[in-house]
């Protein structure tokens, strides 16, 4: 006889205590995430034997048959927006294969009604370099960011967007300072429903595929 499956997920204080916890997701399941970019045989699966602190990661990859230059992968979730719109993210990720990456993008967007603002950090690995998108929609190179991830091990990014005065607050990667002073963020017309929404994707740099383990996302108000 089978036995069923159960996977304890524990958080540090309860939900109606701690309002400000917007998303805690330790990759239990897929549900929760939209495939976005996918094509061919690009692979978006939970994956058991690669997990940093739960028992699985998301793990994504773009396609192996076709591969070419541009290909990208990614998936986004759609979350509630709090009452200060001032957010801190949290992502614990890992490269398999960083040469074949030309970039990974976290992406952090809040819709309201009128106006999208973009917030999105995006990492380079053939400069290397980190960089952010500004007010004017492209990307700027934060200085002193000449960091070079190693294969295989775990990272944690973690960034602080104000909505309200629409600025990047600040942004740390493992125990390096990527940003530490407010810059503004990039804002556009949009006639969507209110809503914030987290996305992370990855482009490759030539025809060979590459790939990202998502091991945990949380989003909390501050």
Known sequence: MSKEYTRIFTIAGHPALAPGIICLDDMSGLLKWDPIFESGDAIYELDPSKAYSGNQSLRLKTRVEGAAVGDKIGVQRRLHYPVSRKVTYTWVFRQTNLGS??????????????????????????????????????????????????????????????????????????????????????????TSAEYLFARIYLETAGAEATDTSLDSFTAIEV
């Open 101 to 190: 990456a030309e970039f990974i993008t976290f992406e952090c967007s809040f819709f309201d009604g009128t106006k999208q603002h973009y917030a999105d950090i995006r990492y380079f690995p053939g400069v290397p370099n980190w960089s952010y998108r500004n007010s004017g929609g492209t990307y700027t190179p934060l200085p002193d960011t000449a960091i070079t991830l190693f294969t295989g091990s775990w990272n944690l990014l973690s960034m602080t967007i104000d909505f309200s005065t629409d600025e990047y607050v600040n942004a740390t990667l493992n125990n390096h300072i990527l940003l530490s002073s407010r810059v503004a963020l990039h804002v556009n017309g949009s």
